[in-house]
């Protein structure tokens, strides 16, 4: 099935660490974004990549790396640097190719607890 | 900076009833797209309905419709004959016509449906 993976769907780790969180694509989708979700705040960008070995901060990537060595692979590191960790990442993509109006395709998020 | 605001952070329908949960929007910008996600509670998001700016006509689904006032930058969705699968998180977002730029969220709205 074509989709997007995200995993774990739940990850614990201790403050101080660093933590990847993966996110895969099969749909042959350019453009991959990640997004955080906290109670009351919504959906908030925290890096994008339109293309390979390309992305951009969003409005909150301090304390966040990303890489994008791979079209399929956008993973994201939560580093000992970002204060509040704790939170529900959500990853997305589109095709560059889709029409402008579609929307973008969501990853059934990790749930990410820091104590 | 364009931005999104949910002005509702809770509403509630009686099942078979009608809702209606409002949006704003603020942007320089003449051509983009706006667009309903609706997230239960597995937290999957879902598309729900997309309007082009450049359309008048409302954009309708089954019984998902909105009501689009481009220059008040309103955007509501109208729900009728609700259901209990409808209960849920509602995101209003934007995205400008450029490329693969983000959607910006507004903080969301939960819809609850009484039996």
């Known amino acids: 099935d074509g989709g997007i993976t995200q995993s774990p769907k739940y990850l614990f780790r201790k403050e101080g660490q660093n933590v990847t969180l993966s996110c895969e694509q099969n749909?042959?989708?350019?453009?991959m974004y990640w997004y955080r979700q906290d109670p009351g705040q919504g959906l908030r960008l925290i890096y994008y990549s339109q293309i390979v070995n390309d992305f951009q901060k969003g409005d909150i990537a301090e304390g966040y790396s990303v890489s994008r060595e791979k079209k399929e692979s956008f993973p994201l590191t939560v580093t000992s640097a970002q204060k509040n960790p704790t939170a529900f990442y959500l990853c997305?993509?589109?095709?560059?190719?889709?029409?402008?109006?579609?929307?973008?395709?969501f990853g059934p998020g990790t749930r990410l607890t820091v104590t | 900076a364009q931005t999104v605001t949910q002005s509702q952070p809770e509403m509630s329908v009686q099942e078979a009833e009608t809702v209606t949960l409002s949006c704003t929007y603020d942007?320089?910008?003449?051509?983009?797209?706006l667009f309903w996600y609706k997230q239960p509670p597995s937290r999957q998001m879902i598309l729900v309905i997309r309007q082009e700016a450049y359309k008048q006509q409302n954009a309708t689904e089954n019984r998902f419709s909105v009501n689009f006032q481009k220059a008040a930058k309103s955007f509501s969705l109208k729900i009728s004959d609700s259901q209990l699968g409808d209960a849920a998180m509602y995101f209003c977002?934007?995205?400008?016509?450029?490329?693969?730029?983000?959607?910006?969220f507004g903080k969301g709205t939960r819809l609850s449906v009484i039996a």
């Open positions: 977002a934007y995205r400008m016509n450029s490329g693969n730029t983000p959607l910006v």
């Open positions: 997305a993509s589109r095709p560059n190719r889709d029409l402008p109006s579609s929307g973008q395709y």
């Open positions: 942007t320089s910008e003449s051509d983009y797209y």
């Open positions: 749909l042959n989708h350019d453009a």
